[in-house]
């Protein structure tokens, strides 16, 4: 038989927060990028201009990758599987009932 029984607060958070978590972290990442955006356009050329047209390039993939991230602490958001029982019969069972 399974040695631990599973736990409800095992589970991991659910498909609507999960979504949620990621659709803020992503949205957060990516007003940053309309800032770098409008700042390299307004920057008039010195090292503002280039610092953040590199950071309006590379935010789109550094959003995608820390939206999607794991929750940290190592495990990850899907539930534990399932552990079904095992039963042993023994071949005397059998015919000790064939037999009545």
């Given amino acids: 038989m399974a040695t631990t029984a599973q736990s409800v607060t095992s589970l991991g958070i659910s498909p609507e927060e999960d979504r949620k978590s990621r659709i803020i ?3 957060v990442a990516q ?3 309309v800032v770098c955006i409008i700042l ?3 920057g008039g050329g010195n090292w503002l201009t ?3 047209g590199f950071g309006a390039a590379v935010l ?3 959003a995608v990758v ?3 991230a794991t929750n940290g602490n190592g495990n990850s ?3 534990p599987k399932a552990e079904a029982p095992t039963i042993a019969i023994s071949a005397d069972a059998f015919k000790t009932a064939a037999t009545k």
């Fill in 25 to 27: 972290k992503y949205s």
């Fill in 31 to 33: 007003g940053i990028r």
């Fill in 40 to 42: 390299a356009v307004v």
């Fill in 50 to 52: 280039w610092v953040a």
């Fill in 60 to 62: 789109p993939y550094v």
């Fill in 66 to 68: 820390v939206a999607n």
């Fill in 77 to 79: 958001k899907t539930a």
